[in-house]
C-alpha cells in the first residue's frame, strides 16, 4: 500500500478559506481512494481553517507579520492514516472550550474530537503553530505529486506519530520557493504559496 506525498495549499485568511480548503478535500481523497472520509474530513478542515482565519484577523495578532494574511493546509496520508494540518501565524494555541449549551461559537473543537483525533504545537522559529487531525482507515491506494511540504514533517520512522517540528528557516524557504513551480491536484481558487497566488486565488 503507498504511501500520499503531502499536498499543501496556501489560502488567503478571508471567510472564503474554509469553503476553499473542502473543495481541496474532495480533489486529495479522491485522488487517494479514501472517498469514506470524505464528509468527516471536510467537517474538520472547516473548523480547523476556520478557527486559523479567525485567530489571523483577531485583535490579538501581531499585524507585523506578513503570515498573517495567510493560513496554509497539508494534506497527507500514511495508507492508513489520512491527516490534515492548518497553519497559521497567529500566537496562542487552541483549547477546547467548557460546553455551555448557550452559546453560539466554541463549539468547533468539540465537532473536531468527535470525528477525528487532533492536536496542536507551536512552531519552532517565530510565532504560530500548526493543528492537525487524524482519520483512521482502511488503506488507500496512494497518489499525487512526490513532493513535500512547507509545513513541518513528521519523523519518518513513526508516520503516525503527531508532526514534529522543523526549524531550518532556510531550508523551509527552498521549499517554498521549490514550491510555486509545481503543479499539483489543486481546487479552484488555491495558491501554492504565499508569493505564487494562482489565478483563482481569492482576492
Not at 497539508?74 to 496562542?92: K, L, M, Y
Request: proline share 9%; with cysteine; net charge neutral.
Amino acid at each position: 500500500m503507498s504511501i500520499a506525498r503531502p499536498v499543501v495549499r496556501w489560502l488567503l485568511a478571508t471567510p472564503t478559506a474554509p469553503s476553499i480548503a473542502r473543495g481541496q478535500v474532495d480533489a486529495v481523497v479522491s485522488e487517494w481512494g479514501v472517498p469514506i472520509l470524505v464528509d468527516d474530513a471536510k467537517i474538520v478542515v472547516s473548523e480547523l481553517v476556520t478557527n486559523a482565519v479567525n485567530a489571523s484577523t483577531g485583535t490579538g495578532a501581531g499585524l507585523e507579520d506578513p503570515f498573517l494574511s495567510w493560513v496554509a493546509v497539508r494534506f497527507s496520508d500514511t495508507g492508513r492514516r489520512f491527516v490534515i494540518e492548518v497553519f497559521d501565524a497567529a500566537p496562542g494555541v487552541p483549547v477546547v472550550q467548557a460546553d455551555d449549551p448557550m452559546a453560539e461559537t466554541g463549539k468547533g473543537l468539540r465537532l473536531v474530537e468527535t470525528l477525528a483525533t487532533w492536536g496542536s504545537y507551536r512552531v519552532a522559529t517565530g510565532s504560530g503553530k500548526i493543528v492537525w487531525a487524524g482519520f483512521d482507515h482502511g488503506g488507500s491506494r496512494g497518489g499525487s505529486d512526490p513532493v513535500s511540504g512547507w509545513l513541518p514533517r513528521r519523523s519518518p520512522a513513526m508516520p503516525d506519530a503527531p508532526p514534529t517540528v522543523a526549524d531550518d528557516l532556510a531550508l523551509l524557504g527552498r521549499v517554498r520557493q521549490g514550491l510555486r513551480t509545481l503543479t499539483f491536484p489543486c481546487a479552484p481558487g488555491l495558491a501554492v504559496s504565499p508569493a505564487g497566488v494562482s489565478s483563482g486565488a481569492p482576492a
